[in-house]
């Protein structure tokens, strides 16, 4: 299980926020640190809606909490680039709307896999037009 801290530390290093020893805890990056947790709860409710999941999130009050009920593969691969977005809309919008760009792009084709069920009913709204029998309107 991944935590806000594994996405944070990527989303560094996508906006070259590293220090020279390539950690990306420093003075220039406290500001971002401080906004992440919400922005990332602002996520997982996100990727709850669209994975058709019901029910409340457990908030993520610290970088270093695990991120819950987040696939590691979508915590790491998609939402960092979400995160960086969010992070740089006001100081850079050039490079966060490229960030936004492929966060919607990663996600949906992550998404992409929850197909339809091939066994749901279909219902009927149009009640005997199959028939020709048009009721009136």
């Known amino acids: 299980m991944k935590t806000g801290k594994d996405i944070f530390d990527a989303a560094m290093g996508l906006m070259d926020e590293l220090d020279r020893e390539g950690r990306p805890d420093n003075p220039d990056t406290e500001e971002y640190a401080r906004r992440a947790p919400g922005i990332l709860n602002m996520m ?3 990727y709850r809606i669209l994975a058709g999941e019901k029910g409340g999130i457990l908030p ?3 970088l270093e909490e695990p991120v819950l009920r987040i696939p590691d593969v979508y915590a790491v691969g998609v939402m960092h680039y979400g995160l960086a977005a969010n992070l740089l809309v ?3 919008p050039a490079a966060a709307g490229f960030y936004e760009q492929r966060y919607e792009e990663l996600r949906n084709i992550y998404f992409t896999r929850f197909g339809a069920e091939p066994d749901a009913a279909v219902e009927d709204l149009y009640g005997g037009i199959e ?3 048009f ?3």
């Open 60 to 62: 993520l009050e610290a």
């Open 44 to 46: 997982v409710a996100e």
């Open 90 to 92: 006001d100081e850079n």
């Open 135 to 137: 009721g009136r309107w």
């Open 131 to 133: 028939f020709g029998q």
